[in-house]
């Protein structure tokens, strides 16, 4: 694995210290064509691998409110 192929989490800007969010790592959509999803609290943890095309349809739902709180 070469360095550009190492995932750069990053957690939304609208993300608090609260806890429950997630971490993508949307560098890995050119060289590998996936988009990584981990829970960041469990950083070493399981990662979701999703295409770019499940990725940009769940981001909209939740931006539409698709998914109500709990």
Do not use: I
């Not at 993508?24 to 609290?41: F, H």
């Amino acid at each position: 694995m070469t360095t550009d192929d190492s995932p750069r989490w990053l957690k939304s800007s609208y993300s608090s210290n609260g806890g429950d969010c997630v971490e993508v790592a949307p560098n890995l959509v050119a060289s590998r064509g996936v988009v990584p999803v981990r829970d960041s609290k469990d950083p070493h943890g399981p990662a979701l691998t999703l295409s770019p095309n499940a990725w940009a349809s769940f981001v909209a739902a939740t931006q539409r409110g698709d998914f109500p709180a709990a």
